[in-house]
């Protein structure tokens, strides 16, 4: 019997027997799509923070409070912010090779265009050199100037989702924005940043920090960004920032981070995530191998008389193997490319909400371990198959 032979009463096996070779695939098709999906989503956000980075530039730092890991924070956990004004008058004065270093400070309040609010919103105070040292581009009208914010002016600069939710991308410059019940003028309108993590990073208002220090109370500083003149001098910058801090602050107090090493912390996290996720989504892979595997041997003791009779006629042991393995495989690899099928469509609606990219490698390895399942799982019922000896076969009832 010649190998197009056995394909083909491999497949009208499974034909005749429709629904269940379906219900046997869906093991192998809701694994493979999961894993696909998920690995999906960790690429697309690892591609899209690394974008973002790379729009700030590779010669930024930041400085954050606490040390990461371990110490600096107080009872439960809660960071201890020590960082202040004075520290970035220091940091000017005493570190060479800066391009700019820039205070924030975050509060999330409402704010209010005439009868319209909106919530959540993220007001950044800052200097005048913010936009410079992370590279924010304005789309229409500017950036406060340094006299602006020296004088602490309410002036503001508007995200893209404030300008879609409150003016409905009307001309906004020269509008009154209304901040916990003070008014700032809009001055300038950010270009789209997007969202991460499920935070707009649209939803946000800037203003002097002199500013939002006057009208909320506040002191501390959330964040400091510094520019290195040259990408070569970043490792350098960063050491000398750590000594000008250390002189008032202990080690616990603070973080100073290059933009390559927060890209390779986020990076490391996500990779471990998304391949945690993808080993339980595989489970699912396992499950379906082993009803492969199960339904397999029911439809070996169902077709006893058949093998007996494909025998006494002149099949071979490896006649019936082959056939069996092969029904095995077909419905293993039918059953991947179907899960990849549901895996693109759904990678391509999701990618219009958040980040989600199919990586080839992860179609590669879930469509081949399928494929794998299907011979492991296949082969004990194929030999048990093969191994029945034609008059016992034809006997049994």
Do not use: C
């Amino acid at each position: 019997m010649d190998l197009i032979e056995i394909i083909t009463l491999a497949f009208e096996s499974l034909r005749v027997n429709k629904l269940r070779s379906a219900l046997t695939a869906l093991g192998i098709i809701i694994g493979v799509a999961s894993v696909i999906l998920l690995v999906s989503l960790g690429a697309g956000l690892r591609s899209y923070i690394t974008s973002q980075f790379e729009q700030l530039g590779s010669n930024l730092l930041f400085v954050v409070p606490g040390r990461l890991g371990a110490g600096g924070r107080g009872p439960g956990g809660q960071v201890i912010n020590k960082l202040n004004p004075k520290h970035i008058t220091k940091i000017e004065k005493q570190v060479e090779n800066l391009d700019g270093v820039v205070p924030t400070i975050q509060q999330f309040t409402s704010v209010k265009y005439q009868n319209k609010v909106q919530k959540d919103v993220t007001i950044i105070g800052t200097s005048h050199e913010f936009g410079e040292v992370t590279n924010l581009t304005i789309t229409r009208g500017q950036f406060f100037n340094k006299s602006q914010n020296d004088t602490g002016r309410r002036v503001a600069v508007i995200g893209q989702t404030i300008v879609k939710d409150l003016f409905e991308e009307k001309n906004s410059i020269g509008e009154i924005l209304m901040i916990k019940g003070q008014k700032y003028q809009i001055i300038g309108i950010a270009k789209e940043r997007g969202t991460t993590f499920g935070f707009d990073q649209d939803n946000t208002v800037i203003v002097p920090i002199l500013a939002l220090q006057r009208q909320f109370g506040v002191t501390q500083i959330n964040n400091i960004y510094a520019k290195a003149s040259d990408q070569a001098d970043v490792e350098k910058v960063a050491e000398n920032i750590k000594k000008v801090l250390l002189e008032d602050l202990t080690e616990d107090d603070f973080s100073v981070l290059t933009a390559q090493q927060t890209l390779e912390t986020i990076q490391g996290i996500l990779r471990v995530i998304s391949t945690a996720l993808a080993g339980i989504a595989a489970i699912s892979l396992l499950v379906g191998g082993i009803g492969i595997s199960n339904i397999m041997l029911v439809t070996v003791t169902e077709r006893t008389r058949e093998i007996g009779l494909r025998k006494a006629v002149g099949a071979t042991p490896r006649d019936i193997l082959l056939q069996f393995l092969t029904e095995a495989i077909t419905l293993s690899v039918a059953g991947g490319l179907i899960g990849l099928s549901i895996a693109s469509i759904a990678t391509i609606i999701i990618s219009r909400f958040i980040p989600a990219l199919i990586t080839p490698w992860s179609v590669i390895i879930a469509f081949g371990f399928s494929a794998v399942v299907g011979i492991v799982f296949g082969v004990a019922p194929a030999i048990r198959a093969s191994r029945l000896e034609p008059i016992v076969a034809l006997r049994h009832e």
